[in-house]
């Protein structure tokens, strides 16, 4: 008996020496403020849980695309990621409402007070799903960027778009304007776009920059189409493992950092706008009578998606605090 008392205290002293670590993929590239406070956090929780709980995070798309860093998550090769809209849908579908074309007219303050609200309902519903939320974050209001000028809804039609394999709510938008979509993983857009396999794509300012579409496209559509989010999760049997003090101290950094990545990303679009009508791109907008369609193109994508991608809960909850 007193031999195995003093195995299990030697194993259980090893795992404190060693700690925990959970390896994470992101798509942020090196040198962006994503990665800055990102790697700012891992260093905060290595040091305040001293080396019990350590992050090794791969950046710039290493791992792969947001869909292969769920999947190696569920082989269990990776334990977390930081993920956006479609693949946050795989994981829990009502976290889509927030992204339904046409909701919030272009009002970031106004999308990120409601995503606020919803953040506990979506926290649950990841949790359900086996995933531990640490934060969602804004990844900004999301324009159309092309090759050919766009000058009116009605000359959407026919025009070839990027489109993540399997994302309904984007899917659904393109084929109500009849775009035609053509699925790409997010790395293949850049060389898609210079090939001509694509002549549109859609991203935050920040994101068109990062990713280099500016240099093969020549104009974006003056009016954002819909406003995208993400979330930082770990997997729940990971988490599980974590002391609940430490549990604590790691929410308490990530809450922090996350509000930092925040600031940073409201910045880096409001700059990034700039810098590409610098660069010259050519911000077109649309007549007025188009502007006077979306509501009637959002209503029609609300009863698509309803039940196929997110629940009527869902819906109801975001529109009453829209209210």
Same mark, same amino acid.
């Given at each position: ?8 205290? $030697? +194993? /259980? /002293?090893? $795992?404190?020496?060693?700690? +925990? ?11 962006? $403020? ?37 999947? *190696? ?24 409402? &927030?992204?339904? @074309?046409?909701?919030? &007219? ?21 949790? *359900? ?22 000058? !009116? ?18 899917? !659904? ?18 060389? !898609?776009? !210079? ?8 991203? @935050? ?5 990062? &990713? ?11 009016? @954002? ?50 810098? /590409?009508?610098?660069?010259? /791109?050519?911000?077109?907008?649309? @007549? ?29 909850? &975001? ?5």
């Amino acid at each position: 008996m007193k031999k195995i008392l003093l195995l299990l205290l $030697s +194993l /259980l /002293l090893a $795992s404190q020496a060693y700690g +925990l670590t959970l390896k994470m993929g992101v798509i942020a590239p090196e040198g962006t $403020s994503w990665a800055i406070n990102l790697k700012k956090a891992v260093k905060e929780i290595k040091k305040a849980t001293n080396g019990r709980v350590k992050f090794k995070v791969y950046f710039g798309g290493t791992q792969g695309d947001e869909p292969d860093v769920l999947r *190696k998550i569920r082989v269990g090769h990776l334990q977390g990621g930081i993920f956006t809209g479609k693949t946050l849908g795989e994981i829990n579908g009502d976290a889509r409402v &927030m992204e339904i @074309p046409f909701t919030f &007219m272009g009002d970031r303050q106004k999308a990120w007070n409601t995503l606020e609200k919803m953040d506990k309902f979506f926290s649950k519903g990841f949790e *359900k799903k086996g995933f531990i939320n640490l934060g969602m974050f804004e990844v900004g209001l999301i324009y159309l960027v092309s090759k050919n000028e766009i000058k !009116s809804l009605e000359e959407l039609k026919g025009v070839k778009i990027w489109a993540w394999e399997g994302d309904d709510v984007a899917l !659904s938008f393109i084929e109500y304007l009849n775009m035609i979509p053509i699925p790409l993983a997010l790395t293949d857009v850049l060389t !898609s776009l !210079s090939t001509g396999v694509i002549k549109s794509a859609y991203a @935050p300012p920040v994101g068109i920059l990062a &990713m280099q579409w500016h240099t093969k496209t020549k104009y974006i559509v003056d009016f @954002p189409v819909t406003y995208s989010m993400g979330a930082f999760l770990v997997d729940k049997k990971k988490w599980d493992k974590i002391h609940p003090d430490d549990q604590k101290l790691v929410r308490e950094i990530c809450d922090r950092n996350l509000k930092l990545i925040n600031e940073a990303n409201i910045n880096d679009n409001e700059v990034s706008i700039e810098t /590409l009508k610098s660069l010259g /791109l050519k911000f077109v907008k649309f @007549p007025k009578e188009d502007l006077n369609k979306v509501g009637k193109i959002r209503e029609d994508i609300i009863k698509i998606l309803t039940g196929k991608v997110f629940s009527k809960d869902a819906l109801n909850r &975001m529109e009453n605090h829209l209210k």
